[in-house]
Nanobody, 116 residues
């Protein structure tokens, strides 16, 4: 059974930091590119960051470059999103995604709220 379980979401003040984690099981983790998406109320889900299956390359949307870092631990089947200098507009539900050619799996999401 495929499972992706996100954690680490919280309420944080602008300028603060959070680290999201995604624990996975049920698929061959090291074959999959891993991504974090987010969805704010009334908006479409957007891709935030992707890390390749071997961890050798990372990509970010422009608005988070220099603030967010995606990483993975293939031995532990984990993927992380370190978020620094958080802004109001980072408020969203953050989802973990695993993708490999035709297969794509999703977690249930974790809420990140940036508010003063």
């Amino acid at each position: 059974q495929v499972q992706l379980v996100e954690s680490g979401g919280n309420l944080v003040r602008p300028g603060g930091s959070l680290r999201l984690s995604c624990r996975t099981s049920g698929f061959t983790f090291h074959y999959y590119d891993m991504s974090w998406y987010r969805q704010a109320p009334g908006t479409e889900r957007e891709l935030v960051a992707t890390i390749s299956s071997d961890g050798g390359s990372e990509n970010y949307i422009e608005s988070v470059k220099g603030r967010f870092t995606i990483s993975r631990d293939n031995a532990r089947r984990m993927v992380y999103l370190q978020m620094n200098s958080l802004k109001f507009e980072d408020t969203a539900v953050y989802y973990c995604n695993a993708e490999e050619r035709v297969w794509s799996f999703w977690g249930q999401g974790t809420q990140v709220t940036v508010a003063s």
